[in-house]
C-alpha cells in the first residue's frame, strides 16, 4: 500500500499540492493496516486508526485523508473498500481575525526599531518584514522565502507559494520606498544567501525567530485581547490588508465582483470562494451586506452587493 501511497502523493504534487500532512497521516494508516496483516483499505480498519486521534476534528481529518486516497486507488482495484467520509464529522470553522488599526501597526514598528542592538541590521529587518506584510497582505512563509532577485521594477516575484502559483505583486510608491531603504542595510550585509531578510550573520530569517520576536513586540506594545478572545498573530497582518481592501471597494455588483477577483488573484488564493471569507471577518463588511439585504428585500433595491 506504502507504493500506492507513494504514487498518489506524486500525482496530486504535480498539480501544486504539497500534501505534508496527507503523507504523514496515509503512510501512518498503512502501517496501522500492515500490522493487521491487511493490504488493501478496510473501512472498519481506517475507523479504528482515525479513531486514535485526540480530538473530533483530528478523527475527521484522518478518514477524509483515507477516503480521499481510497477513490483514487479504486479506479483501479475494486478491493479496496471506501470509508465512510462523514463518520467523524465535524463542522470546521475559522478563526476570526484580529483586525490591526493604523495606530497598533505604527507602534509595532516603532517597537521593532528599537530592538537591540543599536546600529545592526536585526531591529531594520523586523520593522521592515512587519511593514511590508501590512502593506501587501503576503504570507509570512511568501515573505520570507523572497529573493533579492524577485524584487522587480513591477513589484515582487511570488514563487514559494502555497499552492505553487507564481503572482505578481505590486507596490504602492510607499511600500517600493521603505523597501528600497532597507536594502541599503541589508546588502552591508556580507552574505552568500538571496533572501531579503536575513539575521545579522547573514543566514536566511527563519519563522521560529520571527514568532519569538513578534510575541516580544506584542508584549512591549502591550497589544493584546480580553480573555476569551484570540491573540494578535503575525498572519492577521495578511487578514487586515484583505478587510481594508474590501473596505474600500467601490459601490456597485459588477465592481465589488471585479474586486474580489482581483484581490483573491493579489494574495495568491487558489479560488475566489477563499477571499469571499473575508466579508464576514469585520463587523463594517457584516453590516454592509446586511443594509443591502435589507434593501433588496423590502426595497428592491440593490447599492453595494
Given at each position: ?35 493487521s ?6 473501512a ?34 475494486k478491493?479496496h ?9 465535524c ?79 505590486p ?10 531603504r ?25 519563522y ?98
Amino acid at each position: 500500500m506504502i507504493h500506492d501511497i507513494k504514487l498518489y502523493l506524486a500525482l496530486r504534487r504535480t498539480t501544486g499540492f504539497v500534501l505534508s500532512n496527507d503523507e504523514c497521516l496515509l503512510l501512518s494508516y498503512a502501517r496501522f493496516a500492515a500490522e493487521s496483516g491487511e493490504s488493501f483499505i478496510r473501512a472498519s480498519t481506517a475507523i479504528k486508526w482515525a479513531s486514535k486521534a485526540v480530538s473530533v476534528a483530528q478523527r475527521d481529518t484522518r478518514i477524509k485523508t483515507v477516503c480521499r486516497f481510497a477513490r483514487y486507488i479504486r479506479l483501479e482495484d475494486k478491493r479496496h473498500e471506501l470509508p465512510p467520509s462523514r463518520y467523524f464529522f465535524c463542522y470546521k470553522t475559522r478563526r476570526l481575525p484580529f483586525i490591526y488599526s493604523n495606530t497598533e501597526i505604527t507602534n509595532l514598528i516603532k517597537t521593532a526599531l528599537a530592538l537591540g542592538p543599536p546600529d545592526t541590521l536585526y531591529p531594520h529587518t523586523f520593522a521592515n518584514l512587519i511593514a511590508l506584510l501590512s502593506a501587501t497582505g503576503l504570507r509570512v512563509s511568501e515573505a520570507l522565502k523572497l529573493h533579492l532577485s524577485d524584487i522587480t521594477a513591477d513589484g515582487l516575484l511570488i514563487h514559494h507559494t502555497k499552492f505553487r502559483k507564481t503572482r505578481l505583486v505590486p507596490l504602492h510608491d510607499t511600500a517600493v520606498l521603505g523597501l528600497e531603504r532597507y536594502l541599503v542595510r541589508r546588502r552591508s550585509v556580507s552574505s552568500s544567501n538571496n533572501e531579503v531578510f536575513v539575521t545579522e550573520e547573514g543566514q536566511p530569517l527563519r519563522y521560529s525567530s520571527v514568532y519569538c520576536t513578534f510575541k516580544k513586540l506584542l508584549k512591549r506594545t502591550k497589544l493584546s485581547t480580553p480573555a476569551g478572545v484570540p491573540q494578535p498573530r503575525l498572519h492577521d497582518l495578511r487578514h487586515r490588508f484583505a478587510v481594508n481592501s474590501l473596505l474600500e471597494c467601490s459601490n456597485g455588483r459588477k465592481l465589488v465582483s471585479q474586486h474580489m477577483l482581483a484581490l483573491s488573484t493579489y494574495l495568491g488564493h487558489a479560488n475566489v470562494y477563499s477571499t469571499f471569507w473575508y466579508l464576514e471577518a469585520a463587523p463594517e463588511l457584516l453590516r454592509n451586506i446586511a443594509i443591502d439585504c435589507e434593501s433588496f428585500l423590502f426595497k428592491g433595491e440593490k447599492s453595494w452587493s
